[in-house]
């Protein structure tokens, strides 16, 4: 699954793209956590969420993935209905996540995080694993092969027996990328990839994000709460609030929309808020991590 | 970057080979369990024979249980209600089995020979009936959280004891039980009197071919992606399924594969004791596996057999404190999950450690020093 | 059969029943305490319902209130009390020594801890020492009078005293944990440590009053389940038993949760008793039906578990992904 690129729709056609979100809702008790979410994310696609804190993106992964049964609407991955199956079919259906508080295997070595989840891509089943035939062996130097590589783009190949736990901070979400690669997934759903990242982290996190597409042929949908980085390198942007979408568009047009502006601080229009992607980020304070 | 499927046919290694890779260590396990049967165990007498047959059935035991409490993380705490399944079935075929087609009660054959074999065969008929329990109870039990599973695992290590004490007396006379076809003798299992005069037929050999193919079998799973599976289950489950990993099919099959072994184990616990008393196998021997496996070190191969050894070895030793055998265990449980809850050596094996590492290199300076 | 189903059988069964089910509830309000506050399963609190009964006895002994085969009648609530209270500290110097250090600890550990907690616990017991393993009684204590004879029936002091003092302690339970400030702090704890420490509570202090109250219940369970059969230690099958039960009936009615526990004890003794009564009438040709009491309580918990393992009047948990 080599090369990816944007696929562009003659007017009035219909393609299938990548990911296809249609009114998806969620509501817990009385509770509205995510009202009518539609979403279409072409192949190649790299695409943003962002909204305020408690605003349901991170649960709009959740209903995506299958850890949330949706109540109304439909998902389609390349064609192919996934709501309401569990999370472990979607991922083998092509759709993989990072999580916003991250979830590695923390006593597995760095590699062995990444060999887990390049597992499901395999045919061997229990007894062939026992009696090690030639499949199973091949299989596993695929793995392990493929692993590498995988390291390698990401950058942490050099830490690659150490324990996960033990990991930096943004080598962790560096390996949660890597992982969520290793299912050879179509879609990829990011969240908050570089929370807790300085600046020069966050500019090499930029610019592979962008590169993932050809790399790997993903489509990418991603949450994040760094405006410089969302304006800049993504094509269409989402924002919601209170599991409503106020506004779908360009990182353009979303900064000038009054409605986005309220959202985020209340105020309209004079203090804007939002920054241009010319202007260097102000601050770099690291978002407080939610109560697990 | 190319898929897995896309290099898969490239790394394909030569049949001959593999099938060589394959097949040794099994040949290696039958040499070393002869070895341990006919040399090491006339060369220590009989009181160390047996203590090395129980360590050896120790080890299978603890080891079948690190699949599911190791591996996956989870909570059995009714690992001994498999042993009862198991020893049962075998001693069912083998008492009554002995008498219909051999017209004795005690062992026959020699090595290999009749009764070796229905022995074995009756080994293997334990472990699968213990592994179908195993699905039985894991299908709908795995899904559960930690201590809930804990639960109804202990529930089920205790509803095999009731049954097995509501089963029919055990005829023991050769006459009576000719009178009576093998099939309607699997209610007669002994009852509350449990079941006797089970033929001797365990040995060093057999105990120690079992225990070295499950520590193989035990090997490959865990540095494979299936054994992967089951540590990233126990590591963070959520995760596991969000990279595709159908967490409940994983544990359901690390359960019956430990099941299996844990049926095994039972029949040869059963011709070694020649008894097999239900009120034997309950809560308590479950507990004492669990031991084994938290202080040896929860995932560990080499720390289940360290475990099981120090474990069996030492009430042994201090045979004359007894009473203090099982306050001594439980003081040592308390105090492993205060301060080291990984046990002796975590999820580790020994050539893991960065002692082992750290003698390997000295031993390989010295080497080359001394060339 | 026709003597089986009649009125005052029925009446009997009856009161069996409300004594079996009081018993199990005191004993399994002790389970659900601790679950509901530290989140994990105090497999030691059936060692306390057996030292309870075994303390009892020492106390008793002690006091000379054993030697003849009446005591006088001031002598039952005294060892009531000393024991609760003993237990009480025990409880509490279990907490402070095994499952405060595990306090933040996965669950599986602080469970792999109070198993260890409980294996400590009985084997000390056994010990000739301490208490020893030859069975013991102290039904000296109470009477086995017959209060009143209504309909055909004898109301046993015994069963109306079961009865009497499960209500009263479970009522002075709930009063507790609904109606008083530390009532309060105890259910917010249970609902989230971290915020409710950040409100003041002294979070240990609730964890000890916890274990208290749990150890003191389970005292009295002790105790009255002693009067009626011989005093052995927990190993013993039917003590054991009785300790399973009760944690079923914990489990079944919700676990963590105060009246879940009241109404699983309920359910449980319901089955045992009546189920048990008539189903060994309908067959009597068949012995072994007696002995299936005990698959019909685990048989109710994995049903239970399997298809609201919440519980009767649990609330199932969320965890936040």
């Known amino acids: 699954m080599t090369g990816g690129t944007v696929e562009r729709s003659p007017a009035g056609s219909v393609t299938r793209g990548a990911l296809d979100i249609k009114k998806l809702s969620l509501a817990f008790g009385g509770l509205k956590a995510v009202s009518e979410f539609s979403l279409s994310l072409p192949v190649g696609g790299l695409y943003g969420l962002i909204g305020p804190n408690g605003a349901g993106k991170t649960t709009v992964f959740n209903l995506l993935t299958g850890v949330y049964k949706p109540d109304v609407g439909s998902v389609e991955l390349s064609g192919l209905r996934i709501d309401g199956k569990k999370p472990n079919q979607i991922a083998r259906a092509g759709m993989a996540r990072t999580f916003q508080n991250i979830r590695l295997f923390g006593e597995l070595s760095v590699i062995d995080n990444v060999r887990t989840a390049a597992g499901v891509r395999t045919k061997s089943g229990l007894f062939r694993t026992l009696l090690r035939t030639p499949l199973h062996v091949a299989e596993e130097r695929a793995i392990t092969e493929r692993c590498i590589e995988l390291l390698d783009v990401l950058g942490i190949t050099h830490r690659q027996d150490e ?48 590169s993932l597409r050809e790399k790997f042929g993903v489509s990418i949908l991603l949450i994040e709460h760094d405006m410089g980085l969302v304006m800049d390198i993504c094509e269409q942007i989402t924002v919601i609030d209170h599991g409503v979408t106020i506004a779908v568009g360009s990182p353009k047009q979303i900064q000038d929309d009054p409605a986005v502006i309220e959202a985020y601080l209340g105020v309209p229009e004079e203090n804007d808020p939002i920054p241009r992607p010319e202007e260097a980020p102000k601050t770099d304070a690291p978002e407080a991590a939610e109560a697990p | 970057m190319k898929s897995l499927q896309d290099r898969v046919d490239r790394l394909r290694p030569g049949l001959p080979i593999t099938v060589g890779k394959s097949v040794l260590p099994f040949a290696i396990a039958i040499l070393l369990a002869f070895t341990m049967d006919k040399l090491i165990g006339p060369a220590v007498g009989a009181t160390w024979s047996k203590i090395l047959l129980d360590v050896g059935i120790a080890i299978l035991l603890a080891g079948s249980l690190n699949i599911v409490n190791g591996y996956a993380g989870q909570f059995s705490i009714g690992h001994a209600g498999f042993m009862l399944v198991g020893g049962y079935l075998a001693a069912w075929l083998t008492f009554y089995g002995s008498i219909h087609w051999f017209g004795v009660k005690t062992p026959v054959g020699g090595f290999l020979g009749n009764g070796q074999l229905l022995f074995l065969g009756g080994c293997i008929l334990g472990g699968l009936c213990a592994s179908v329990f195993g699905v039985i109870v894991g299908l709908p039990s795995l899904r559960l959280r930690g201590d ?16 097995g004490q509501i089963t029919d007396r055990q005829p023991k006379r050769i006459d009576d039980v000719k009178k009576i076809p093998m099939s309607d003798l699997l209610n007669n299992l002994g009852g509350a009197e449990g079941f006797s005069q089970i033929p001797g037929y365990t040995t060093l050999f057999f105990v120690y071919f079992f225990a070295f193919v499950l520590l193989v079998l035990a090997y490959r799973l865990k540095y494979s992606s299936k054994g992967r599976a089951l540590l990233a289950v126990r590591e963070n489950e959520i995760a596991a399924e969000a990279m595709g990993i159908d967490t409940t099919r994983a544990k359901v099959i690390a359960f019956v594969f430990s099941a299996f072994f844990a049926g095994i184990g039972g029949s040869l616990y059963a011709h070694q004791v020649g008894a097999l008393d239900p009120k034997e196998l309950g809560f308590m021997k479950s507990i004492d596996l669990v031991i084994i496996v938290v202080i040896g070190g929860m995932g560990s191969i080499t720390g289940v057999v360290i475990g099981a050894t ?38 580790k094996e020994l050539w893991e450690t960065s002692l082992w590492r750290k003698q390997v290199k000295a031993l390989r300076a010295k080497l080359r020093g001394g060339k | 059969m026709s003597d089986s189903f009649t009125a005052s059988d029925l009446l009997q069964t009856t009161i069996n029943f409300l004594a079996v089910g009081g018993l199990y509830a005191l004993i399994a309000l002790g389970y659900t305490l601790v679950y509901g506050i530290l989140r994990f399963i105090n497999f030691a609190h059936s060692d306390i319902v057996a030292w309870g009964g075994w303390i009892a006895l020492t106390v008793a002994s002690g006091a000379g209130w054993l030697a003849s085969g009446q005591s006088p009648a001031f002598a039952l609530p005294l060892v009531l009390l000393a024991t609760m209270a003993l237990c009480a500290a025990m409880g509490v110097t279990i907490e402070r020594l095994a499952y405060r250090p595990l306090r933040k600890a996965p669950r599986l550990n602080v469970l792999i801890t109070a198993i260890g907690v409980s294996l400590f616990l009985q084997n000390v017991g056994l010990l000739n020492k301490v208490f020893g393993n030859r069975p013991s009684t102290i039904s000296a204590l109470l009477s086995n009078d017959v209060l009143a004879t209504v309909g055909g029936v004898h109301l046993r002091l015994y069963d109306m005293l079961t009865i009497l003092l499960a209500v009263v302690l479970v009522i002075v339970l709930e009063r507790i944990v609904y109606g008083t400030r530390m009532g309060r702090a105890m259910r917010a704890v249970a609902f989230d440590e971290r915020t409710a420490a950040l409100m003041g509570v002294n979070v240990n202090i609730v964890v000890s009053v916890t274990f208290a109250l749990g150890s003191a219940l389970a005292a009295a369970g002790g105790i009255l389940f002693a009067l009626r059969n011989d005093l052995r230690m927990t190993a013993d099958t039917s003590w054991v038993l009785l300790g399973l039960k009760a944690f079923v009936a914990a489990v079944v009615g919700g676990i963590g949760n105060v009246r879940g526990a009241a109404a699983g004890a309920l359910l449980i003794a319901f089955v045992e008793v009546f189920v048990h009564r008539y189903v060994t009438a309908a067959f009597p040709d068949k012995p072994w039906v007696g002995q299936l009491q005990d698959i019909y309580v685990f048989g109710i918990l994995i049903l239970v578990l399997i298809f609201k393992p919440s519980g009767l009047l649990g609330k199932a948990t969320v965890e936040k992904v």
């Open chain 1, 163 to 210: 324990q996960a736990k033990s990991l930096p901070y943004g080598d962790q979400r560096r390996l949660e990328i890597a992982r969520a690669l290793a299912t050879e997934p179509k879609v990829l759903l990011l969240d908050e990839p570089v929370a807790g990242m300085n600046t020069q982290e966050k500019r090499e996190m930029r610019g592979l994000i962008q």
């Open chain 2, 148 to 163: 809930y599973l804990a639960i109804v695992t202990l529930g089920f290590g205790e509803i095999v004891r009731v049954l």
């Open chain 2, 310 to 347: 120090i474990l069996v070895v030492l009430p042994e030793i201090f045979r004359q404190f007894a009473d203090y055998r099982m306050i001594a265990y439980a003081l040592a449980l308390i105090t492993v999950m205060i301060l080291r809850p990984q046990g002796i050596m975590g999820v």
